[in-house]
């Protein structure tokens, strides 16, 4: 089968640019790598047929260059440029210079990136298309009063919200009429305090909500077709650690519902290529958050549930062909995907670098490794904190929960604290188990002094021991035996007698 | 030999190991006494360990090219440990940080200090918020693991640090 | 949800002793390892909860000592044993001896082990099943007129082969009913001379078979059901290299054919248990050759395919579940397996030995692997030689097969010598590209002198000598700095002037 | 420094490798001139090569702990190498298999001798089976890699052999 492009540039680092390699391999396309100077031993340059730097250390020096990125491309005659996620992704200025420069993007039309890329314009071309959003006024309002009559129209609880707001002044959630009133006019004067602008916001309050996406696949004949929901709700800072699919709260028709709604969102503003409609659900009902107009992180436990390749059908798309898959492609099993950052949970998720050497990865069945990581690896800090994603497949919940277990138990990334450990906590926990967690489960847990498993704290006690015992034994063996000298010889030149040179 | 192994909470496991032929051992440990079979396989920290007939594959590094300070991963639970051998203990070396000691808070990454929380004289509890590093855009509290007296507060806002940098030292309360 | 057993101990090593582990884990269920003097240090010892050592280095020695095991599993309160893969998988004597010490034999019942291990037995039970067998004569005949008769009845071509043959001596390919009579006194006279004996049998002649299997599952209520076919002809030695399914020559209608076939086989001898009925299949016909009443090393494709885990079904079979699959199971996509095998390919498949060095295993979309292998894992000449398994899975053929190039172009095993190299180059042939192969194949084409694909032989050598300067280089380094003595000190000491204690 | 690469049919390469600063080389191979930037990433053979731009994670390894003795496998296609610098050229150090040198054939792994093919005198062509060996329960033909002419059987039918055992010796052809 022809490829559908004889070569194809990553404009991306680490795990993802592995990712979509693999994928141009399966397709025969030849790959180009660019790298910054850190990054001159990874994985993603050595897998590559071809590789140019880029210079510096920092993003703005390297993988943000998007014009060197072009210049490089055309050097070498590359036909299309991968983004991958982050770096220059979901910016519509380099997906159309690399149109102009007679390359196709591998990504959604720029005018569908720039639309889903503001706030403001998304929501309103949403609620043109009928896609459901958080109900909210689009005006601050002075009065009581009016907030009144406004949550009235949305129903209780709502939540005030500082025009001027952040970092949580001004913020009341109001569970019934009688008390909006006194809630407005505390939380306005704090807002008068903070900012010196009391005017607030009504908007719905979601209890408990999850954070729940849809993946939609189109082409350029207008065919969008969506693969189901990914369940998110497992984040920190709305960092997401943990997605599974399917969601342990959406049914075959939600499915339906959420999908076309995803369907609708993408139709609305021309999209093709992959992409993800992310909702908030709460109790029930679901709303439109945003849509990220790229691959995104989590494709993987769709691709393993569908038994589809994404990435494969962006780089089909964008060569121009036509989505042969249909609505009728039908999910098999559960997956579960955790990222492995670097990173400390035990210090509020501090990001840690460290230089990796002791690796040991999970295989097996129903194990798939997307990853960046090889020994002596440099973890630093300049870019993002990811370095690899476990993704497991099984016919149920159940079983995918538990290779999930499997792997990380298998999994060692040593030299370098990672977020593995946490994540195998959370897997054990009885709100994961039972599927009922939010997206702000992981940080009331965290907080509410979660409880200490510690299975092998004694064992692990001896094993230092023993290892210290072996660490010392052998460094006697290689004093003794070094360089053919006698122990005598060796022993003197340690504590200073005799040898010579120094 | 005999070990004294200190966890994170400052617990210590006092350990007697004597290698009966190659790779295998006897282990005394609080009265109990265990065959044990140690190996390291891949010369990488990839362990086989039996204890008795349980069986480990256990992962161990050294951090930061300490070979007191072990960290022993065990089907995926991490274990961090410091362990000194009887010499060690008789020339009284735990100079470094542990409960009851100084210890020198220091920068896990190059950053900017976006906050200083703590005050010298301050006490503070384990875990809590000392000094709040940027970086990779992302805004980090630093904290002490054993917590103590502020002795000395080493960095101040805007200030960029590397990674090492010393940023607070604390010593032991003097309540004991 | 209750594990099937508490604790379970498998009696073998490898990657099939990890492969089975590792479904355990995914059942709660905990594992006891035993080991040889030589697998003390193996990944199934490292990996189960308990372990044993039975001593030795030999398969007598150890792995075969059924009493020895049951002693340890009665010891260790293991309630059923999973024996793998050879050694003792198909020894009815030792099902029955597990069971008689009141555990669960993971496997099925001793009485369809013991007839299926019986290649007449086997085929008289398999004749009256109404399970097509390769039509021959049961009893020798001694004159060409009752062999051309048989002839006639089966039809041409035929083989005449010796009673009493042995090393292709005595056997003749007759395509029409003339040839034979001057074909089997020639024949005939042959054997005569080379074992004393002339007595001849007739048989079908197949042209080019496939090896077509099929997987079969069963529970105690006597419900059985076919998971399709694995294609296995890509084979040297009647030793498998690279299996897939689905065989490219088998279309659903066949599948079904084959599938209830292998059911009735299975369910004439009372089967239970994961099985695996062997058919020749040529030019559209297919011949019943043997049951494997035992997990079988392609087993994982069919996992794939199908996406459901066997071992576990064995397990919970053992432990006396019912089957909750029913034929209604559908496939998806291709699957392909290569075993990586210790030998040597350019040396006629021998065995090879050495230390394990440098290892890089593949991963990424669609691959999985079962595998034994670590770093500095000695690689001995005690047991078999399958080290690990690639299996990937595609939603074509032909993306299945192309991530199977990719993932033995990221394998590296380093320090012996494997069959990865020779599988790569079969992917690539026309033959396997477009499906039509046989049983003949891999020997035909070996043999034939195969084209020598060698599309980075300068690059390689530009690389030799950099490494051969970067060793040298990096050893001068040590030396200038090896123990802190000054290069001059080393120097002399290297060649001989000064130093000392020798 | 100058090598000879030869190859395992017995062609070589003759390259000039200059360092032009920590990792980067260039290489004269035939009259071309390549920038190459080569790391052992792992410090066990997993390296990161630059020839020009293309690029390549290539796997090497000595064998049996030969310096000069390289296998390098790229995208899964192995080629295996001796490599002598010009000062090993210059002392005549080639003193190993090859074509035109004698052979010695060993034993890869423990076993019995089943059958022996040849005997002394005997001219054999490359890969050519020298000697049966049964191992692991199958028969192995051990063969000659360069071919010659047998200048010693050194066992018999039914001795075992340990693993690197020698089994025949051979000479160059004398014809040339």
Redesign the interface.
């Known amino acids: 089968?022809k490829p559908p492009f004889a070569k194809l540039l990553i404009a991306n680092r680490g795990e993802i640019a592995?990712?979509v390699l693999?994928?141009c391999?399966?397709?025969?396309i030849k790959t180009v790598?660019v790298y910054s100077e850190v990054d001159?031993?990874?994985?993603h340059?050595?897998?590559?047929?071809?590789?140019?730097a880029l210079g510096g250390k920092t993003p703005a020096e390297s993988y943000l260059r998007g014009d060197r990125i072009i210049e490089i491309a055309l050097q070498?005659g590359a036909e299309a440029v991968h983004p991958g996620f982050g770096f220059l992704a979901e910016n519509p200025g380099f997906a159309a210079a690399v149109a102009t420069a007679g390359m196709a993007f591998v990504g959604p039309p720029p005018k569908a990136m720039a639309v889903m890329g503001d706030k403001i314009q998304s929501r309103q071309e949403m609620v043109a298309a009928g896609v459901p959003v958080i109900p909210g006024m689009t005006e601050p309002c002075p009065d009581p009063a009016a907030a009144a009559g406004f949550a009235e129209q949305i129903g209780y609880p709502v939540m005030l919200k500082a025009s001027a707001g952040g970092g949580g002044k001004g913020i009341r959630v109001v569970r019934s009429a009688g008390k909006l009133e006194a809630a407005f006019r505390t939380a306005s004067a704090e807002a008068e305090g903070a900012f010196g602008d009391g005017r607030m916001y009504v908007e719905k309050f979601l209890e408990r909500p999850r954070h729940i996406e849809v993946q939609v696949l189109g082409d350029h004949r207008g065919r969008v077709i969506h693969l189901g929901e990914r369940e998110c709700s497992i984040q920190r800072?709305h960092q997401k650690l943990i997605e599974e699919t399917p969601s342990p709260v959406i049914d075959a028709a939600t499915r339906a519902a959420m999908g076309a709604t995803a369907v609708a969102a993408a139709e609305a503003v021309g999209y093709y290529s992959a992409g993800t409609v992310e909702f908030l659900w709460s109790e029930g009902e679901y709303y439109f958050l945003e849509m990220n107009t790229r691959i995104q992180v989590e494709h993987?436990i769709t691709?393993e549930v569908y038994?589809?390749?994404i990435?494969?059908w962006m780089i089909r798309i964008a060569a121009g062909q036509e989505l042969s898959l249909d609505q009728a492609v039908q999910p098999?099993?559960h997956s579960v995907e955790v990222r492995i950052n670097a990173e400390?949970p035990e210090?509020?998720?501090?990001?840690?670098?460290g230089k990796l050497?002791?690796l040991?990865?999970p295989?097996?069945?129903?194990?798939?490794?997307?990853?960046a990581l090889?020994?002596?690896m440099e973890v630093t800090?300049?870019?993002?904190?990811m370095l690899a994603k476990i993704i497991v497949?099984?016919?149920s919940r159940?079983?995918a929960i538990?290779?999930m277990?499997?792997a990380?138990?298998?999994?060692?990334v040593?030299?370098v604290k990672t977020s593995?450990?946490i994540a195998?906590e959370i897997l054990g926990t009885e709100e994961f188990q039972s599927g009922v967690y939010d997206t702000g489960f992981l940080e009331r847990w965290m907080a509410g002094g979660r409880p200490q498993?510690?299975?092998?704290?004694?064992?692990?006690?001896?094993?230092?021991?023993?290892?210290?015992?072996?660490?010392?034994?052998?460094r006697s063996i290689r004093r003794a035996g070094?360089?053919?000298?006698?122990p005598?010889?060796a022993q003197g030149?340690r504590t200073g007698w005799g040898?010579?040179?120094? | 030999m005999k070990y004294s192994i200190e966890n994170r909470a400052g617990q210590s496991l006092e350990g007697d190991v004597v290698e009966v032929e190659g790779g295998r051992y006897q282990v005394r440990v609080d009265g109990e006494t265990l065959e044990a079979d140690f190996a390291d396989v891949d010369r990488l920290g990839q362990c086989a360990v039996l204890l008795g007939d349980r069986s480990f594959g256990a992962s161990v590094e050294t951090e930061a090219g300490d070979e007191t300070h072990l960290v022993v991963r065990i089907a995926g639970f991490s274990y961090s440990f410091r362990v000194f051998d009887e010499r060690e203990l008789a020339a009284g070396v735990l100079d470094s940080p542990g409960p009851g000691r100084a210890e020198v808070v220091r920068a896990a990454m190059p950053g900017i200090i976006v906050g200083v929380k703590v005050a010298a004289g301050e006490r503070v509890e384990p875990g809590a918020p000392l000094v709040v590093l940027e970086a990779m855009k992302m805004q980090n509290e630093v904290g002490s693991v054993h917590g103590g007296v502020v002795a000395e507060v080493r960095v101040a806002v805007g200030q960029t640090v590397s990674a090492g940098a010393a940023l607070v030292r604390l010593e032991p309360p003097t309540d004991g």
Chains 1, 3 share one sequence.
Do not use: K
């Open positions: 089968m592995v990712r693999r994928t391999r399966d397709l025969g790598a001159r031993n990874s994985l340059v050595r897998y590559a047929d071809q590789a140019f070498c800072r993987a691709e038994g589809v390749d990435v494969e098999r099993g400390d210090l509020g998720f501090l990001p840690a670098v050497r002791n040991r990865m295989s097996g069945p129903g194990v798939r490794i997307d990853s090889y020994r002596r800090p300049y870019y993002d904190s497949h099984g016919s159940d079983q538990r290779r277990q499997r990380l138990a298998e999994l060692n040593g030299g593995a450990s195998l498993r510690e299975p092998y704290a004694r064992e692990a006690a001896i094993i230092a021991a023993l290892h210290r015992h072996h660490l010392a034994r052998r070094g360089g053919g000298l006698s005598w010889v030149r040898g010579g040179g120094r």
